[in-house]
């Protein structure tokens, strides 16, 4: 049976799922992904990376079929028309690489790409927390950050689709370096290398690996808290900030960092209202992604079928 393929694309892994392709979200009913493949990066160059993501549609191929389209949540500055990847500061190897035409000369059917915050907001309106909603401010924090916007039923894209480049706001005129090259920007203060980085400052951590440091933060072990408490200080700072400008109802928190970490978005809720104070909108509810890791997948799949989503 011909199905819709849905791939997310971050900085550390591919993941690939599919629709059945008869189902649509016009009638207010989403089909859930059918189980997920799983893929690391294994080099750093473009054309390695490029071979990777080639590998696995050959494998969906092989075991699937041929799809009837192909949506992709990747983590990457794209194009104004959706088709290309700009830049990718998490992967800066990656430079105006023609994506979509690629990929859709090995699989002979329609690729549509989209951020993968972008994507992550997009599936969470139409399957996940924030189904009903029209107004939602999507925050993903894993290996960067990212942001994903809906005003008035419709995905804000801005003039050149790049709005709600959040990770790259910049918080600070000194401070850590950005993977972008920048100082200060909140993914350098509050993203998963940037919250491993704060919690490898206690002597606590000065024998163990990365993965063990990550472990003690999941078991909420003491010393980790101190950089658990930054990462959620700054991310509160540029909520709030966002609230202020935008004023959603709801404000969806996923990534692999802020779902692995207990009571992150409760803690994060709890400081987005101390830093609104008196503001009118400190109600705004911070909740986590029902979708979880799956939610770029849902986006990636609503692009075929939710005009609305796709128009600005």
């Not at 599919?18 to 054309?47: L, N, Q």
């Not at 658990?228 to 700054?234: E, N």
Request: charged share 20%; hydrophobic share 45%; proline share 5%.
């Amino acid at each position: 049976m011909k199905a819709v393929w849905a791939f997310d694309i971050g900085g550390t892994h591919l993941r690939a799922g599919w629709f059945p392709a008869a189902a649509s979200t016009k009638d207010g009913s989403v089909p859930r992904v059918i189980p997920v493949k799983k893929a690391a990066w294994s080099g750093r160059t473009a054309e390695s990376d490029l071979q990777d993501l080639e590998a696995m549609l050959s494998e969906c191929l092989t075991e699937w079929g041929p799809p009837q389209a192909v949506g992709i949540s990747i983590a990457a500055m794209l194009s104004p028309d959706q088709s290309r990847v700009v830049s990718w500061p998490n992967r800066p190897w990656w430079q105006d690489v023609d994506l979509a035409d690629r990929l859709k000369r090995l699989v002979g059917a329609p690729v549509r790409l989209e951020d993968d915050a972008v994507a992550a907001v997009l599936g969470e309106c139409v399957a996940g927390a924030a189904q009903g909603r029209t107004d939602v401010f999507m925050v993903t924090v894993g290996t960067g950050i990212g942001g994903g916007l809906v005003s008035g039923g419709r995905l804000l894209r801005g003039a050149h689709g790049w709005a709600g480049d959040f990770g790259h706001l910049r918080m600070t005129t000194t401070g850590p370096r950005c993977s972008c090259g920048r100082i200060g920007c909140l993914q350098a203060w509050a993203s998963g290398p940037a919250l491993l980085r704060a919690a490898q400052e206690s002597a606590e951590a000065a024998r163990l690996s990365p993965d063990a440091i990550f472990a003690a933060i999941r078991e909420r072990e003491p010393w980790t808290r101190a950089a658990v408490d930054q990462a959620v200080g700054w991310l509160a700072i540029g909520i709030a900030n966002v609230v202020r400008l935008l004023d959603p109802v709801i404000v969806v928190i996923g990534g692999g960092v802020a779902q692995s970490i207990p009571a992150f978005a409760e803690n994060l809720q709890a400081a987005v209202r101390q830093e609104l104070g008196a503001h009118p909108a400190n109600n705004v509810e911070v909740v986590l992604s029902s979708l979880g890791d799956d939610a770029g997948l849902y986006g990636a799949f609503s692009l075929h079928f939710e005009d609305k989503w796709r128009n600005r």
